[in-house]
Structure formats: structure tokens, C-alpha cells
């Protein structure tokens, strides 16, 4: 009997550390940081949280971010342009995901980092932010202040529909999906964990169902 229990106890802690912990995000979550502060912001004060999404609009560039660091995660979410009339702007839709946000990065505009690029006709583009490097189709990404590596393939929904993102970092090789399909890939990044920031560039844009899982394999 004893035997059979101890096999028992075995079997649950393998079965235990095979379990992939998945969080939802929520607005316990996040901090937010405008142009205009010096100061870090409760998440409501800056943008609205309402029916399980974030609505983020204003005259303020700005960006909700995770009060945590994450290493070897997957991240996915839903985004859309908002199209309600008092939302509606002339500029080109412009926002971003940006992830392996340094600790002892400052808050800025923008920060140290890698950013999912959500742009109308390039979403999907990595931007390498703040001297963060990576090898792209096996060449080197010059270090730079704000560095464009285009996406090689286009998915994006129409305008005001829900597009679905998910981005893998695990040990410096990041991937990144629109839509389901592969549209980037880079390898050796030179950030390989830390904080999470959704962007918000002028253009309104709305996320939900954010969540986030530890990932053991890429």
C-alpha cells in the first residue's frame, strides 16, 4: 500500500509540472503611463475598462503595462480599431504590443524593448526599440534607437474587425501571429524577458480576452 501511494505521489508531481499556467490579464494587472505624467497611473485614469475590454483613446500617447515580468510566455489577445463616431480620427490607425520590457527600463515614450507593430498594412512588423537586437531570416538587426524589421506575410482583418494576435518569446526566439498564420520571426534577441505594454499612438483601439501562459518548449 505504501508503495502504491508513494508511486501515487510520483505521478501527481510529474503530472503537476507538466500543467501549463495560463492568467487571464485583468485591470489589477497593469499601471498606466501617459505623455503628459511623471508619474505612474491607475489603470482608470487613463483608459476605460468596460463588457471584458480596454478601450484606449485620448489626446495623450500612452500605454497600459504589467506591473509583472514574464519570461518564455505566450501572449494572445484580440484587437480592432474602434469605428464609433466620437472615436473616429483621420490619422493612419497606429498602435502596438510591446513586450521583454527591461525591469529598470524607465517609463517612457517609448521604451526599451520589442513591439508587435499594429499598423494598418504593416501589422505584424517587429520595431526593436531602445539598442534591443535579434537575427532576422539569419541576419543581424543593427542596434538603433527604433528599428523596422517588416513582416513577411499579411493577414490582417478589415477595418473594425477583431484580429487576433499571439506573440512566443522563449529563450530569445520570438514569433509572431496574426490571425492564426505566421507573419515574423527572429532569433538570439538580445531581450529575452520582462515587462508587457499595450500602446495606445492617437489611433482608438480596443483589446480583449488577454491572456498569458508559461511556455517550456518553443
Not at 501549463?20 to 489589477?28: A, E, G, I, N, R
Not at 503611463?33 to 500617447?61: C, H, L, V, W
Not at 521604451?111 to 512588423?125: M, S
Not at 517587429?126 to 543593427?142: H, M, W, Y
Request: hydrophobic share 35%; net charge positive.
Amino acid at each position: 500500500m505504501l508503495k502504491k501511494t508513494f508511486f501515487a505521489f510520483i505521478f501527481l508531481l510529474v503530472l503537476n509540472s507538466c500543467v501549463v499556467q495560463q492568467k487571464s490579464l485583468s485591470m489589477d494587472d497593469w499601471y498606466a503611463f501617459t505623455k503628459t505624467s511623471t508619474e505612474k497611473q491607475q489603470p482608470s485614469e487613463a483608459y476605460a475598462f468596460s463588457d471584458g475590454m480596454i478601450r484606449m483613446y485620448g489626446e495623450n500617447n500612452g500605454y497600459l503595462m504589467t506591473k509583472k515580468s514574464y519570461k518564455n510566455f505566450e501572449l494572445s489577445l484580440e484587437f480592432r480599431w474602434n469605428t464609433e463616431e466620437k472615436f473616429k480620427t483621420n490619422s493612419k490607425k497606429n498602435s502596438g504590443v510591446m513586450y521583454n520590457i527591461p525591469v529598470d527600463s524607465p517609463d517612457k515614450i517609448w521604451p526599451k524593448g520589442i513591439q508587435f507593430q499594429i499598423k494598418e498594412n504593416t501589422t505584424g512588423d517587429f520595431i526593436f526599440l531602445d539598442q534591443v537586437t535579434a537575427k532576422v531570416n539569419g541576419k543581424p538587426i543593427e542596434a538603433g534607437a527604433s528599428v523596422t524589421s517588416p513582416k513577411f506575410s499579411s493577414n490582417e482583418k478589415p477595418y473594425g474587425e477583431w484580429n487576433s494576435i499571439v506573440i512566443k518569446s522563449f529563450n530569445g526566439k520570438i514569433t509572431q501571429y496574426l490571425n492564426g498564420k505566421l507573419v515574423n520571426e527572429c532569433v538570439e534577441a538580445s531581450s529575452t524577458e520582462g515587462k508587457i505594454s499595450l500602446n495606445y499612438e492617437g489611433s482608438p483601439i480596443d483589446f480583449k480576452n488577454i491572456l498569458l501562459k508559461n511556455i517550456t518548449k518553443e
